[in-house]
Nanobody, 127 residues
Framework: QVRLQESGGGSVPTGGSLKLACVSS????????MAWFRQRPGREREGVAA????????YYADSVKGRFTISRDTIANTLYLDMNDLKPDDTAIYYC????????????????????WGQGTQVTVSS
């Protein structure tokens, strides 16, 4: 069973940066899509960024375009999320997720097709 473990969360002031990492227990080249989601207080889980692992195509939520970058290191079995110019509205628990075939370009930022999830890491941005 594939396990995902996130790290890198923390507390930063507005405008700060963080880099999240998600280590997979199996080779990430077996994945179809990998993605980062977040759940802000009182809100549903939402897609932040996704990557189609065969070619590296990336997809972003409008709210993070130009500020966040998703990437992966297939040798290290690790997915990353570089977050810059953080805002208080980015405060959330961030989760990584992996798909083995149900996701396509049209639903890459929807949570329901992903079937492998990490436990999450807290990101807090103070004003």
């Amino acid at each position: 069973q594939v396990r995902l473990q996130e790290s890198g969360g923390g507390s930063v002031p507005t405008g700060g940066s963080l880099k999240l990492a998600c280590v997979s227990s199996e080779f990430t080249y077996n994945a179809n899509y990998m993605a980062w989601f977040r759940q802000r207080p009182g809100r549903e889980r939402e897609g932040v960024a996704a990557i189609w692992t065969p070619v590296g195509s990336t997809y972003y939520a409008d709210s993070v375009k130009g500020r966040f970058t998703i990437s992966r290191d297939t040798i290290a079995n690790t997915l990353y999320l570089d977050m810059n110019d953080l805002k208080p509205d980015d405060t959330a628990i961030y989760y990584c997720a992996e798909d083995r075939g149900a996701v396509h370009m049209g639903n890459a930022l929807q949570a329901s097709p992903y079937n492998i999830w990490g436990q999450g890491t807290q990101v807090t941005v103070s004003s």
